[in-house]
């Protein structure tokens, strides 16, 4: 990562061991949200208009639990796909 000021990093890692064990989930799920906000697939898919078309009751499931995994931070870079798809 380039512009970011080496001191800035070493507060971030100082301040992570100082966390409470209770917060560190919330905090790994923070930073998991952030890095997935700089992926530019993620902002494009974020950052478009829905449709009018009616979901189906499948649709809309599946929304929920893709929104609940972003939430959550269970998501992959467009580089991880691809070394594991080998492409």
Request: glycine share 8%; net charge negative.
């Amino acid at each position: 990562m380039t512009g970011v000021d080496a001191n800035l990093r070493d507060r971030l890692y100082r301040l992570v061991e100082r966390l409470p064990e209770a917060e560190v989930p919330a905090a790994e799920r923070y930073l998991e949200y952030l890095t997935a906000h700089g992926d530019p697939l993620i902002r494009v898919a974020l950052a478009a208009s829905e449709d009018e078309e009616e979901l189906s009751e499948t649709g809309r499931r599946l929304l929920g639990e893709g929104r609940g995994d972003l939430a959550a931070g269970r998501t992959h870079t467009l580089d991880e796909v691809k070394r594991e798809l080998d492409l």
